[in-house]
């Protein structure tokens, strides 16, 4: 059977959708179990809420973030309360963010403002 130019991109098209999917899929079943929590009595949430570059930081603290295009593992970084979710520069919009711990902002803290 010989596949005609248009059903051979049809078809590669569907094939790479596929891939993004799973690896998507992949990104956040790891983030969704990712527990990096020192802390015994903090148990990750059995629910967790995810986030996309545009979304404004709920809170301020440590996120996990997973990129779809698996050019780099699960990484964790601290962003600030009412601040953007960025896009990566590989994965684009394909990167999800995961609250890890909130931690606010020393200077956000009634104790700290005057120093």
């Known amino acids: 059977m010989i596949l005609t130019r ?7 098209s569907a094939i790479q959708d596929l891939t993004v999917g799973v690896v998507k899929d ?4 790891q983030l969704r179990h990712l527990s990096h929590t020192p802390h ?3 148990q990750p949430d ?3 809420q995810f986030y996309k570059p545009g979304d404004t930081v709920p809170a301020s603290g440590i996120y996990a973030v997973g990129h779809a295009e698996e050019h ?3 990484q964790e970084v601290v962003l600030m ?4 979710f960025p896009q990566c520069e590989i994965c684009e919009d394909a ?3 995961r609250l890890v ?4 902002y020393v200077l956000d803290d009634s104790d700290f403002k005057d120093a």
């Open 95 to 97: 990167v999800r963010y």
């Open 26 to 29: 992949n990104m956040l079943r």
């Open 72 to 74: 780099r593992g699960l």
């Open 81 to 84: 309360v009412n601040h953007l």
């Open 40 to 42: 015994t009595h903090m």
């Open 46 to 48: 059995p629910d967790p």
């Open 6 to 12: 248009v059903s051979k991109n049809c078809l590669q």
């Open 101 to 104: 711990r909130a931690a606010p």
